[in-house]
């Protein structure tokens, strides 16, 4: 690679000026253009450069061996989407600047791309986020292909209800006035859009038990459902069954579209949020429209409505939860958190972030108030006797809490004082699982102890449940507080380090404060 000469230069442009006159001038142009652009298609590998000393100080342009005698310049080299493309420009023969508007584009390839790995580019930029698969989370591309699933059951099941819901409609046509068929639409529409607010109150449970509620509200979807494809059978009680199916289905979507931005963030890496939901939504809407089309097709050979309702709901359930399942979230909420509370006590180690979203059981309820942990209780849930609260009283005087059991109602209680802040909370929360599982452990000790006889050990085959003692074990509590002073901070230390996020808002304690 050598500069050319200034004398060559001089004389290329002298020749160039002499030469290029008038009407030959445009000739000359478009010749030129051809050949390079023949010279570009043609050559299998880069040409040598050749670059000129004083462009190469003041304007960086690079001159090539095909562009030596040539008015033009490459002025820079570009990639996008797998292809390279080479920009030129021309220069004034006489002065060397560039002139105006003549700044062109020139593609590398010697080849012209695939078809198919076009088309599928172009799939790719609606259907997954940019820089897939390093921009999301292992569990993003399972989580994506049940959503899709669940989405085309949804959209097949939507042309059979919406058949279902025009049957009623035109049935009761027949015997009134087109202005209260129009009425019972809108109805219908309202009572949903008000189960739809009632329902926007639970609020912060969607940030605690967000998989709990969202596989909740997909049954609440399909219940919906069968609801609607039940007024083709009594058309008559369009009004009231439209009415319910509607607040299912509204109360539904509102479930939907709170735990959809938490659960998007957990497959985000960075700060791609944004993208991944766009595409999460592509992808839902692209399998509603296939599962749609699908139904259309299946709707006009008549087939029992019955028979393919209960198919497709079956998927769609699976789908749901399969969907849920999925979701690796690295928060721990009150699930989470007895899971992994309860696998350190078992086994010395707090499991990492895929296997215990794995073991969350997704079917609990967060409205449900029996539970075995009442966290945040108050007094009188908690203590049948003042002897007992009492007793308790020297065991927790350096602790922000409480923690009790009550026999009558086979609860474990902690007890927030007024100081008690996160990790308090959260320490308390951890003191309630520890005595838990030392009372249950000594259930199945002395079940265990009574299971002499043979037809005890023949009916204890079918229990899965030990009766929780009926009494108050003072000594149990005191072992449970040196349990927990040698190992709070080990758990700790440990879930930090699987990846897992504590906060006490997640785990949703009461109000109920002791002062």
Sequence with gaps: MAPIPRSSASAATSTATQTLTNSQETRLLVRETLRISANLASSPS????????????????????????????????????????????????????????????????????????????????YVVPEGFPDSVTPSYVPYMTWRALKHFFGGAMGVFTTQSLLSSVGVSRNTAASGAVAINWILKDGAGRVGKMLFARQGKKFDNDLKQLRFAGDLLMELGAGIELATAAVPHLFLPLACAANVAKNVAAVTSTSTRTPIYKAFAK?????????????????????????SIIISKRNPSLVATFSLLSCGYVLSSYQEVKSVVLRTLNRTRFSVAVESFLKTGHVPSLQEGNLKENVFTLPWIKDKPILLGSRFKDAFQ???????????????????????????????????????????????????????????????????????????????????????FDLDQIAESCKVVSASYGLFKRKAAEQGWMMSESLLNPGKARLY
Excluded at 270 to 294: H, M, R, S
Excluded at 428 to 448: G, N
Aim: charged share 25%; with cysteine; hydrophobic share 35%.
């Design 385 to 471: 006797e003042p002897a007992s609260y009492l007793a308790l009283v020297p065991l927790f005087e350096k602790e922000r809490y409480i923690v009790t059991y009550n026999p009558s109602k086979g609860n474990v209680c902690a007890l927030l004082k007024d100081q008690a802040e996160s990790d308090d909370v959260l320490k308390a929360a951890f003191h309630a699982h520890v005595l838990l599982h030392f009372i249950r452990s000594s259930s199945e000790q002395s079940s265990a102890k009574h299971a002499a006889s043979e037809s005890t050990k023949f009916l204890g085959h079918f229990s899965t449940q030990h009766p929780l003692p009926t009494t």
């Design 46 to 125: 880069p040409q040598k450069l050749v670059v000129s000393e004083k462009e190469s100080s003041s304007n960086y342009v690079v001159v090539e061996d095909e562009f030596v005698n040539s008015s033009l310049r490459v002025i820079c080299r570009e990639q996008i989407n797998g292809r390279r493309w080479k920009y030129v420009a021309e220069t004034d023969g006489s002065s060397g600047r560039f002139k105006k508007a003549s700044l062109r584009s020139f593609s590398l390839e010697t080849t012209p791309q695939d078809p198919f790995v076009e088309m599928m580019s172009f799939v790719r930029s």
């Design 270 to 294: 960075g700060e791609n949020i944004g993208d991944v939901t766009a595409k999460g939504e592509c992808v839902g809407n692209i399998a509603d429209l296939l599962g749609t089309g699908l």
